[in-house]
Nanobody, 124 residues
Framework: VQLQASGGGLVQAGGSLRLSCAAS????????MGWYRQAPGRQRELVAV???????KYEDSVKGRFTISRDNAKNTVYLQMNSLKPEDTAVYYC???????????????????WGQGTLVTVSS
């Protein structure tokens, strides 16, 4: 299973960006999907997560500004980021918890998948 993230870029403070992340490959199942970020000199942190049934959770600093959503038919997760602040500047990584399909058995092998990261830069 591979995750391909897109949508990062440079935006002024107060602006908006929308990140997308699509899962592809031999997918048996995709369960929770989420977005993490890592700023220079800091540890990677969870930004938002959404379960397969649509339940969401957000890091406190993004509540009310970011919205996570998903399209299960497309195995894609989105992160709408509004009212961006310079402190949101980071590399954003998408994550999926799921399983890859083993064709010979029809069963899945559970794993944790990561996208390649997309840079979001917010200028003041």
């Amino acid at each position: 299973v591979q995750l391909q993230a897109s949508g990062g870029g440079l935006v002024q403070a107060g602006g908006s960006l929308r990140l997308s992340c699509a899962a592809s490959g031999s997918i048996f199942s995709i369960n929770a999907m989420g977005w993490y970020r890592q700023a220079p000199g800091r540890q990677r942190e969870l930004v938002a997560v959404i379960t397969s049934s649509g339940s969401t959770k957000y890091e406190d600093s993004v509540k009310g500004r970011f919205t996570i959503s998903r399209d299960n038919a497309k195995n894609t997760v989105y992160l709408q980021m509004n009212s961006l602040k310079p402190e949101d500047t980071a590399v954003y990584y998408c994550n999926a918890q799921g399983a890859s399909l083993v064709p010979s058995t029809g069963w899945g092998i559970p794993d944790d998948y990561w996208g390649q990261g997309t840079l979001v830069t917010v200028s003041s």
